[in-house]
T-cell receptor, first 111, second 113 residues
Framework: KQEVTQIPAALSVPEGENLVLNCSFT??????LQWFRQDPGKGLTSLLL?????REQTSGRLNASLDKSSGRSTLYIAASQPGDSATYLC??????????FGSGTKLNVKP | ETGVTQSPTHLIKTRGQQVTLRCSSQ?????VSWYQQALGQGPQFIFQ???????GRGNFPPRFSGLQFPNYSSELNVNALELDDSALYLC????????????FGPGTRLTVT
């Protein structure tokens, strides 16, 4: 059974700092890894999807990498802003369209 | 193009009752997945429907059941509600195939008293 772990559980940084969120998974036989953002009490917003054949994806200030052999993915956020404050979740897709989520990293960016 | 919508937004039920939650998929998506998210946790996969057939199930008891309709909208039914069923229920739609992103709805907050 796939187990997904996210470290740290919470992170507080000053505005403008670059930061890295970590995600690890136990079963390296994944199809995709997807990063999401969740605002309090809301649904999930897709940020980046990395297919198993890819090593990284970039969107604006976000960059996500994937190392299947070590069972790890990282989400890099450049020049953080207060609007980036949210919970960030990673999800590993094993079998067809079935995602296994970590518990998330709660990010607070202080003005 | 409309996104994924869910109804109702909030719901309060009593232990032992039954509940039906609804989801409308994003236009063109033929796959819908349901997740349960307890407070402070990541979403847990309940089941998935593809073209009206169940296409996989997580570790949830049979009192959690679902339907997908020809227009790809979906329902999640929970019978004999328990206090631990209190959670945010999320649905996500996608095109079939492992290269496609899942798009989530805003969720239904269920409280069981």
């Amino acid at each position: 059974k796939q187990e997904v772990t996210q470290i740290p559980a919470a992170l507080s940084v000053p505005e403008g700092e670059n930061l890295v969120l970590n995600c690890s998974f136990t079963d390296s036989a994944i199809y995709n890894l997807q990063w999401f953002r969740q605002d309090p009490g809301k649904g999930l917003t897709s940020l980046l999807l990395i297919q198993s054949s890819q090593r990284e994806q970039t969107s604006g200030r976000l960059n996500a990498s994937l190392d299947k052999s070590s069972g790890r993915s990282t989400l890099y956020i450049a020049a953080s802003q207060p609007g980036d404050s949210a919970t960030y979740l990673c999800a590993a897709e094993n079998n067809f369209n079935k995602f296994y989520f970590g518990s998330g990293t709660k990010l607070n960016v202080k003005p | 193009e409309t996104g994924v919508t869910q109804s109702p937004t909030h719901l309060i039920k009593t232990r032992g009752q039954q509940v039906t939650l609804r989801c409308s998929s994003q236009s063109g998506h033929n796959t819908v997945s349901w997740y349960q998210q307890a407070l402070g946790q990541g979403p847990q996969f309940i089941f998935q429907y593809y073209r009206e057939e169940e296409n996989g199930r997580g570790n949830f008891p049979p009192r959690f059941s679902g339907l997908q309709f020809p227009n790809y909208s979906s329902e999640l039914n929970v019978n004999a509600l328990e206090l631990d069923d209190s959670a945010l229920y999320l649905c996500a739609s996608s095109l079939s195939g492992s290269s496609y992103e899942q798009y989530f709805g805003p969720g239904t907050r269920l409280t069981v008293t």
